[in-house]
């Protein structure tokens, strides 16, 4: 009966084959007994044979419905475990979303900020190169912008070169480039 068992794959195939070899055998015994009582030479082998293949076909049903018991008990496990996977994901997911949409976000500002900073540094020069400045008495260099507000320098001596940065809080640092190249504060 095992090497059957090993030819048959799936469980539910073994549990209908040890139960129907059950009932059969069941069958069976009630036939003898019906015979026995009708017929006092009955082989007490073959009954003894029956009884025995009973009682195993029986121990073999309920060992493969405690093993179904427990293979259900670790498909719903699993599924519960995919279950909260999926979730993760999905969490994962839409934190890269938001996240990716942030550093986009940052990126536009820094695109802006860096125009910016190359708007004002064009400005600069061109007002430096237009002349459209003055001197006051403190030695401070007021540079008139079109939109009115003065941009006020205070140079030690000429101005060679120029950049100008804008910072996080939105203040402008133009800096002055000296001939070795080293930058300091002007503004």
Same mark, same amino acid.
């Given at each position: 009966?095992?090497?059957?068992?090993?030819?048959?794959?799936?469980?539910? $195939?073994?549990?209908?084959?040890?139960?129907?070899?059950?009932? !059969?055998?069941?069958?069976?015994?009630?036939?003898?007994?019906?015979?026995?009582?009708? $017929?006092?030479?009955?082989?007490?082998?073959?009954?003894?044979?029956?009884?025995?293949?009973?009682?195993s076909s029986t121990e073999e049903v309920q060992r493969l419905l405690e093993e179904r018991k427990q293979l259900k008990e670790k498909d719903d496990k699993a599924s519960l475990e995919i279950k909260k996977l999926k979730e993760e994901i999905s969490t994962l997911s839409q934190n890269l979303k938001k996240l990716k949409s942030e550093f986009e976000e940052k990126d536009r500002k820094i695109e802006t900020a860096e125009a910016h900073v190359a708007s004002l540094q064009k400005q600069s020069a061109d007002l430096l190169l237009d002349g459209n400045f003055?001197? $006051?008495?403190?030695?401070?260099?007021?540079?008139?912008?079109? !939109?009115? #507000?003065?941009?006020?320098?205070?140079?030690?001596?000429?101005?060679?070169?120029?950049?100008?940065?804008?910072?996080?809080?939105? #203040?402008?640092?133009?800096?002055?480039?000296?001939? $070795? !190249?080293?930058?300091?504060?002007?503004?």
């Open positions: 009966m095992g090497a059957l068992f090993a030819r048959i794959g799936s469980n539910k $195939d073994r549990m209908m084959l040890v139960f129907s070899s059950f009932l !059969c055998n069941s069958h069976m015994l009630r036939m003898l007994q019906s015979e026995r009582s009708n $017929d006092a030479g009955a082989s007490p082998f073959m009954t003894s044979w029956l009884r025995s293949s009973v009682g003055t001197m $006051d008495g403190d030695g401070l260099l007021m540079i008139m912008q079109d !939109c009115g #507000n003065p941009i006020v320098l205070n140079p030690s001596r000429a101005l060679r070169s120029s950049s100008a940065a804008l910072e996080d809080d939105g #203040n402008v640092v133009v800096t002055e480039l000296n001939p $070795d !190249c080293s930058g300091r504060g002007i503004l």
